[in-house]
């Protein structure tokens, strides 16, 4: 191993092998080799690694149903907001309808007052044609 890392290193600007490199060229890829940890027997690496395996995807499957909940809880908040939102449509359509009512009724007394402010007009000139010279007061005519 020392010998192909000196005569790698030999020559100018070459990155040095890194050791895992280094024993597949030594010791050339065969089953039951894990590269950097040199001959293990196979069955043992896959036992440990299924173990790891089994435990990481335990642990996504734990974090995949916590997002379930998760999103299960923004979907029960999301349709609770909805209702709302419906509730204080409803609301303001009652209110719109309500100004709407108000307005008209508005509308009348305006006229109402435009009405009686044209007869107590006509009132007055026809009492001035009549000769009247007196003041109007608000309680009546004296």
């Not at 309808?97 to 044209?118: L, P, R, W």
């Amino acid at each position: 191993m020392i010998k192909i890392q000196a005569e790698h290193c030999s020559e100018p600007g070459v990155v040095p092998i890194t050791p895992e490199e280094l024993s597949v060229k030594v010791l050339k890829p065969r089953s039951g080799y894990v590269k950097g940890l040199g001959l293990r027997r196979s069955f043992s690496v896959r036992t440990s690694s299924a173990s790891t395996d089994s435990d990481y995807v335990r642990r996504l499957e734990m974090e995949i149903q916590e997002q379930k909940e998760e999103i299960q809880s923004q979907k029960e908040e999301i349709q609770s907001h909805k209702e709302e939102i419906t509730a204080q449509k409803h609301e303001i359509q009652v209110q719109k309808e309500e100004i709407q009512a108000q307005n008209k009724e508005i509308g009348k007394m305006n006229g109402s007052i435009d009405e009686h402010f044209e007869i107590t007009s006509s009132i007055m000139a026809f009492l001035k044609k009549q000769g009247f010279k007196g003041q109007f007061r608000g309680g009546g005519i004296p």
